[in-house]
């Protein structure tokens, strides 16, 4: 065979086909960091603890490592194609890659608060409102009254059942997991086709 010859297979692999396996992968890491995320709301003082702690570091530290998970899932279908895949190829298997893979932490998450934790929209509700109130504590007194004022918008909110729902929230969330996707994945499909792809013998 010529050592032009590329792997066909992969040629004729569509970015949605791609994406939806790579999104298999993705799926499992964000629903693992939604995981981190969701427990590091318990790491706020007064009522910090150690697993929130931990959970928040590990949360930080996968949020860092996307961008090169992203890369190897982008890299590898370039080469399977053999180093022909265009940009706009690579772009948009990236952003198919965030789309199935939100949709399946999505699913996760939304069992985790309908099943698991049902208090977690109100905690990450009270938590919010304890860093502001803690943030108003330390700012000036224009600062203050600023921060005074989001607290009672929050309070009133909550008071008249006005606070997002679970579904509402995950819904935004998809919609800002894809939206981010799409951004990265235009960064990393471009650093995805540098360097020689080495042709089949």
Request: charged share 15%; aromatic share 12%; with cysteine.
């Amino acid at each position: 065979m010529s050592k032009f010859a590329v792997d066909m297979k992969g040629m004729l692999a569509s970015p949605y086909r791609r994406g939806a396996d790579n999104g298999l992968v993705m799926g499992v890491y964000l629903s693992i960091m939604f995981g981190c995320i969701s427990q590091s709301i318990y790491n706020v003082a007064p009522d910090a603890t150690s697993t929130g702690s931990t959970a928040s570091l590990w949360g930080i530290l996968l949020l860092l490592l996307l961008p090169v998970v992203l890369y190897v899932m982008l890299r590898r279908g370039y080469v399977k194609d053999g180093g022909m895949s265009t940009f706009s190829k690579l772009w948009l298997e990236g952003i198919m890659t965030f789309l199935f893979g939100g949709l399946i932490a999505i699913a996760v998450g939304y069992a985790y608060v309908r099943f698991v934790n049902p208090s977690f929209m109100t905690d990450m509700y009270d938590t919010a409102l304890r860093m502001i109130k803690l943030a108003s504590t330390e700012a000036n007194d224009v600062t203050a009254a600023e921060y005074k004022q989001v607290s009672d918008i929050f309070e009133r909110m909550r008071e008249n059942g006005e606070l997002p729902s679970a579904p509402t929230f995950l819904f935004n969330l998809l919609w800002y997991i894809t939206f981010m996707g799409s951004l990265l994945s235009m960064a990393v499909a471009a650093f995805a086709r540098l360097g020689k792809v080495r042709q089949a013998e």
